[in-house]
């Protein structure tokens, strides 16, 4: 078989009925937008380039599993729900949200019936987040409707606005407002990054792709999940949250590519990290021809290094579980096993008193005793880090680790 492939779809009938004749006349280099070519939608990449990144990533995979296969079921749970966590979070910090850690925790951590201890509270916002990505994963054999999609994006804007501005619910955009465009710089001088097809092809591109997602087909698992992300960001068929509903559409083809709805690595976390090369490797490819082989291999390569991140998260969830191990006979009081829960999942800054007192909700005078407490115990020292306030570590943290 040739090593460049074209993904073929079962609406390619209905497509060729909707195209236009403007359209039909276009070729490679004539047109403006990758849905506006004459062979959309039907993918093609160079399956030889690929194989190599592809067999890295498999790669990778088994070693994770290799090493979650020896820790347990709890402690595996635990490395769960840190990368679950970080999806969520990340997911929505690319679109320039930030949403509160130890309540993403506690809402995962609920649904999954994993004990954490106390739970924060949580929001309808991320309680919304939260549902839509554990639904991806946890039901990622289910088929994929439009009603599903609503449904996500129901959960995404739970008071039916984003900003200022109301959302259409329970349908696709309508563009009453203009077509749909990613922009980017001041009004009046912002620049279109892309434009999404219009609203009135919706109904007939969102069945294609959702035949494509729920149906048999050619492509490697692993292609076939950045493919779903590409193309679903490409229709941008909302008024907001299609960046966050591709991702989670990613996941779910992962999660059925990796033969199970369990999480332990973050695509989404990898893809913050990278923020400004996924947005220039979208525009690049959504401005070019259907052959998608770089995006492909960019997604690949991203893939390889989420799934390299995971060993790091396991290795905190195991440091975690071997301290508590150490102090549990210890008697400790509540603010002093959120604030060292804290340090082992990762405290940005320094730890001083005065954030102790902030964080727990207590005097000055009594973070320093707890404190006080934890370095007569052996559990806390100074940190070696200069600044004007002290701050502190756990007394396992390596010299010059900074709180």
């Not at 620049?191 to 097809?197: D, G, Q, W």
């Not at 200069?386 to 396992?396: A, I, M």
Request: glycine letters at 8%; one cysteine or more.
């Amino acid at each position: 078989m040739d090593s460049f492939i074209t993904a073929q779809y079962a609406a390619n009938n209905l497509r060729m009925r909707r195209i236009n004749p403007h359209n039909l006349s276009m070729n490679s280099g004539d047109y403006t937008y990758i849905w506006q070519a004459g062979d959309w939608p039907n993918w093609r990449f160079d399956l030889a380039a690929l194989a190599g990144p592809m067999a890295e990533v498999s790669r990778a995979q088994g070693l994770l599993m290799g090493r979650l296969a020896d820790v347990g079921m709890a402690l595996r749970d635990q490395a769960s729900l840190a990368a679950l966590t970080e999806d969520v979070v990340k997911t929505s910090e690319i679109e320039g949200e930030q949403l509160d850690v130890e309540s993403v925790r506690s809402s995962i951590a609920r649904r999954l019936g994993v004990d954490i201890g106390a739970l924060a509270p949580v929001d309808r916002h991320v309680e919304g987040v939260v549902e839509m990505v554990l639904d991806a994963t946890a039901n990622c054999l289910s088929p994929v409707s439009r009603e599903r999609l609503f449904g996500w994006h129901a959960a995404l804007f739970p008071a039916g606005y984003s900003s200022l501005s109301r959302l259409k619910g329970g349908g696709w955009r309508d563009d009453a407002a203009g077509p749909m465009q990613v922009v980017s710089g001041p009004i009046g001088r912002q620049r279109v990054h892309f434009e999404a097809p219009p609203a009135d092809r919706l109904e007939a591109e969102t069945r294609c792709f959702l035949d494509w997602l729920n149906g048999a087909s050619n492509e490697p698992p692993l292609l076939k999940a950045g493919l779903g992300h590409l193309w679903f960001v490409t229709l941008h068929p909302f008024d907001d949250g299609n960046g966050r509903i591709a991702r989670a559409i990613g996941d779910l083809l992962l999660a059925r590519a990796d033969g199970s709805p369990q999480r332990f690595y973050s695509l989404s976390a990898q893809i913050q990290r990278e923020r400004k090369a996924y947005y220039d490797v979208l525009e690049r490819t959504q401005k070019r021809s259907m052959d998608v082989t770089e995006w492909l291999a960019w997604f690949l390569d991203t893939l390889h290094r989420a799934v390299d991140q995971a060993q790091h998260t396991l290795d905190a969830v195991l440091t975690k579980a071997r301290f508590w191990q150490r102090w549990a006979t210890m008697p400790l009081n509540e603010r002093q096993v959120k604030l060292l829960n804290k340090l082992l999942d990762g405290f940005e800054g320094k730890l001083t008193s005065s954030k102790w007192a902030a964080i727990a909700k207590c005097s000055p005078d009594t973070a320093l005793r707890d404190i006080n407490d934890l370095l007569a115990r052996g559990v806390l020292r100074k940190s070696d880090a200069g600044g004007r306030s002290t701050s502190y570590v756990l007394e396992d943290a390596p010299t010059g680790e900074r709180a």
